[in-house]
T-cell receptor
Framework: SQQGEEDPQALSIQEGENATMNCSYK?????LQWYRQNSGRGLVHLIL?????REKHSGRLRVTLDTSKKSSSLLITASRAADTASYFC?????????FGKGTMLLVSP | DTEVTQTPKHLVMGMTNKKSLKCEQH?????MYWYKQKAKKPPELMFV???????INESVPSRFSPECPNSSLLNLHLHALQPEDSALYLC?????????????FGSGTQLSVL
């Protein structure tokens, strides 16, 4: 299965702290994407990192990819209450994206 | 317009009912997707349409019937569903079909089957 495994399953932090989520996978990939989902809503694309990239930034987001370890991490810096959501990594295989199980992030004011 | 619009937002149906979920995008995307998501689980791919033709069917039961009338619309026809089909049904689109594409999701239809 190409499904990613996120770690931790749940994360609770205070506003202003950084949040780090990890994603591990088993097969070779073309790219890896991260999505956010607010409760009961659709997913929003955050960032895509290609297999030949090691790090990518977008605003307060920093994504790393280590293809030798088959893992990726998403760092959210200076978190806000509005960052409370579930975060999914999505592994790109031959023809489809497969979503990992997700990390539920709770940011308390 | 960067929106994917899904209707209805909520749907309650009996096991003998026939209903349809609708999805619309006006971004000129040529790939459209149906995903099913159970509570606290990741989205699972059901169908992919590319250039209005069914490209991928992830062994979905025939009580789910997709339809792509044109490049902007995607329907999911439901018939004789089971209570275990209760879930959030998400539509998504992308410029083309391919795993280097980012997906744009609608807000979903929360379906309850009684």
């Amino acid at each position: 299965s190409q499904q990613g495994e996120e770690d931790p399953q749940a994360l609770s932090i205070q506003e202003g702290e950084n949040a780090t989520m990890n994603c591990s996978y088993k097969t070779s990939i073309n790219n890896l994407q991260w999505y956010r989902q607010n409760s009961g809503r659709g997913l929003v694309h955050l960032i895509l990192i290609r297999s030949n990239e090691r790090e990518k930034h977008s605003g307060r987001l920093r994504v790393t990819l280590d293809t030798s370890k088959k893992s990726s991490s998403l760092l959210i810096t200076a978190s806000r209450a509005a960052d409370t959501a579930s975060y999914f990594c999505a592994i790109s295989g031959y023809s489809t994206l497969t979503f990992g199980k997700g990390t539920m992030l709770l940011v308390s004011p | 317009d960067t929106e994917v619009t899904q209707t209805p937002k909520h749907l309650v149906m009996g096991m003998t009912n026939k209903k349809s979920l609708k999805c619309e995008q006006h971004m000129g995307h040529r790939a459209m997707y149906w995903y099913k998501q159970k509570a606290k689980k990741p989205p699972e791919l059901m169908f992919v349409y590319s250039y209005e033709k069914l490209s991928i069917n992830e062994s979905v039961p025939s009580r789910f019937s997709p339809e792509c009338p044109n490049s902007s619309l995607l329907n999911l026809h439901l018939h004789a569903l089971q209570p275990e089909d209760s879930a959030l049904y998400l539509c998504a689109s992308s410029q083309e079909q391919g795993t280097n594409e980012k997906l744009f999701f609608g807000s979903g239809t929360q379906l309850s089957v009684l």
